[in-house]
């Protein structure tokens, strides 16, 4: 009976559609950027460890004091982030209450916890043998296709890995939407699936939908999972393989 409620709410599938939204954006973009800053930091530039500090920091601060460092980041009034757009002629959307700018401020958000990705990638990076890009040289490869050729087959088991890893953070989010946009923000544009089964579990002591919304959360991860696997399984390349 939970399941064909479920089917007939249209809070749930706002929900969901909202989760995957921000995972078709969050993922990606968290990925690349991650990406990016670890072939950057991998380089031999002064003050390496300094840098590789700095933008690790930010993982380690607890989500909920982060969530409210962003909302006032955020603020539409008195926020650093339209001040800063203001500086350069721009006029600021009012990022917390406004239904258009809720979900790219959640994405853009996301990017402050990709430290431990690049440290991830810091690791596999140090692990490509030195001979290959020696050979790509010779062989006359510029960066970027020594980037592509020998850097992104040699580290495709962690891309894999962070990609699957962010499947399974983007479809549980749950702190940052429950924090910074109580009842599911404006028009409910940031009402998250794991908010809301929370809402359905502990406000309004629904527990039997709930524990369907939890069971279907869990499909909906392992299905995910699988067909990553299987769209990216050949371009996933494994030493000794």
């Given at each position: 009976?939970?399941?064909?409620?479920?089917?007939?709410?249209e809070?749930?599938?706002?929900?969901?559609?909202?989760t995957l939204k921000?995972s078709?954006?969050?993922?990606?973009?968290g990925?690349?950027?991650s990406?990016?800053?670890?072939?950057?930091?991998?380089?031999?530039?002064?003050?390496?460890p300094?840098?590789r500090t700095?933008y690790?920091l930010?993982?380690?601060?607890p989500?909920?004091?982060?969530?409210?460092?962003w909302?006032?980041?955020?603020?539409?009034?008195?926020?650093?982030?339209n001040?800063?757009?203001?500086k350069?002629?721009?006029?600021?959307?009012?990022?917390?209450?406004?239904?258009?700018?809720?979900?790219?401020s959640?994405?853009?958000?996301?990017l402050?916890?990709?430290?431990?990705?690049?440290?991830?990638?810091?690791?596999a990076?140090?692990?490509?043998?030195?001979?290959?890009?020696?050979?790509?040289?010779l062989d006359?490869?510029?960066?970027?296709?020594?980037?592509?050729h020998?850097?992104?087959?040699?580290?495709?088991?962690?891309?894999?890995?962070?990609?699957?890893?962010?499947?399974?953070?983007?479809?549980q989010?749950f702190?940052?939407?429950?924090?910074?946009?109580?009842?599911?923000g404006?028009?409910r544009?940031?009402?998250?699936?794991?908010?809301?089964?929370?809402d359905?579990?502990?406000?309004?002591?629904n527990?039997g939908?709930?524990?369907?919304?939890?069971w279907v959360?869990?499909?909906?991860?392992?299905?995910?999972?699988l067909?990553a696997?299987?769209?990216?399984?050949?371009?996933?390349?494994?030493a000794?393989?």
């Open positions: 009976m939970n399941y064909v409620d479920m089917f007939f709410d809070v749930f599938w706002k929900a969901l559609w909202n921000f078709m954006f969050a993922i990606p973009l990925m690349v950027v990406l990016l800053v670890a072939v950057m930091l991998n380089q031999q530039i002064v003050g390496r300094m840098f700095i690790f930010p993982s380690l601060v989500i909920i004091a982060s969530s409210m460092i909302m006032w980041l955020f603020n539409g009034q008195h926020g650093l982030v001040f800063g757009l203001d350069i002629g721009i006029d600021g959307p009012n990022w917390l209450n406004d239904a258009r700018w809720a979900m790219p959640l994405i853009l958000m996301s402050w916890g990709v430290g431990n990705q690049i440290v991830i990638y810091l690791a990076l140090q692990d490509v043998p030195r001979h290959l890009y020696e050979s790509a040289e006359g490869a510029n960066g970027l296709q020594r980037l592509l020998v850097t992104m087959p040699m580290i495709s088991p962690v891309i894999y890995f962070n990609m699957v890893m962010g499947i399974i953070g983007s479809i989010v702190v940052q939407p429950f924090i910074m946009f109580p009842n599911g404006p028009d544009s940031a009402l998250f699936f794991a908010v809301y089964l929370y359905n579990a502990f406000s309004f002591l527990m939908y709930a524990c369907a919304m939890a959360m869990f499909l909906i991860v392992l299905g995910l999972t067909l696997t299987q769209l990216t399984k050949r371009f996933v390349h494994y000794g393989a």
